[in-house]
């Protein structure tokens, strides 16, 4: 297996773009996903399959890649937004997380 | 309506065993893949075992040889047993079920829907 590497933290201003990346060996051969974190409940499922996006999250959100990175961006960020947020690919019969990044909106 | 219920957490000592339970509504445990993924207090998802289907399973390396991932299709229920736990096993535990496929070339994977999660405290 290998790691998946992501900033510890992000800011942004309400109304900005947010940008958080997530960078593996392997990750351009593998599909990523995206998941959604607030204090106290479970992980929420946004992006599947590099970018396709859960109809419950508005078109704000959205997932790419290029080469072994993949980038969650969310345009106009709001401040319901603030959360963690993880990535996670499979390779091998084994699922790898990445370590998270804490979206701040200031 | 799916939905994920986690149970069989709380407080054990170092060595012994637990067994947590994820009852599942709204579709069939035994005809999705399934998981378990934990996360210690303050740190990122850590994925624990899956089994597939046709009951293949897969297991994290630090829990690999001690935990048992396993299912009861009359009951729709999917289990966890914990064995010689030790204090870094403390932790809450998901079940999640799991979607696979394979287009252009690749698999994806991923975890479309969780339970709300068991709290499991390893200590003395």
């Known amino acids: 297996s290998y790691e998946l590497t992501q900033p510890p933290s992000v800011s942004v201003s309400p109304g900005q773009t947010a940008s958080i990346s997530c960078s593996g060996d392997?990750?351009?051969?593998?599909?990523v996903s995206w998941y959604q974190q607030k204090p106290g409940q479970s992980p929420v499922l946004v992006i599947c399959q590099d970018n396709i996006r859960r109809m419950r999250f508005p078109e704000r959100f959205s997932g790419s890649k290029s080469g072994n990175t993949a980038t969650l961006t969310i345009s106009g960020t709001q401040a319901l937004d603030e959360a963690d947020y993880f990535c996670?690919?499979?390779?091998?019969?084994?699922?790898?997380f990445g370590g998270g990044t804490k979206l701040s909106v200031l | 309506e799916v939905q994920l219920v986690e149970s069989g957490g709380g407080l054990i000592q170092p060595g012994e065993s637990l067994r947590l339970s994820c009852a599942v509504s709204g579709f069939a445990v035994s005809g999705d893949f399934m998981g378990w993924v934990r996360q210690a207090p303050g740190r990122g998802p850590e994925w624990v075992s899956v089994?597939?289907?046709?009951?293949?399973?897969f297991y994290g390396d630090s829990v690999r040889g001690r935990f048992i991932i396993s299912r009861d299709v009359s009951e729709n229920t999917l289990y966890l047993q914990m064995n010689s736990l030790r204090a870094e096993d403390t932790a809450v535990y998901y079940c999640a079920r799991a979607i696979r496929g394979y287009l252009a070339g690749a698999y994806f994977f991923y975890f479309d829907s969780w339970g709300p999660g068991t709290l499991v405290t390893v200590s003395s």
């Open positions: 089994i597939y289907t046709a009951g293949t399973r």
């Open positions: 996670q690919t499979w390779d091998s019969n084994t699922v790898i």
């Open positions: 392997k990750l351009g051969g593998n599909y």
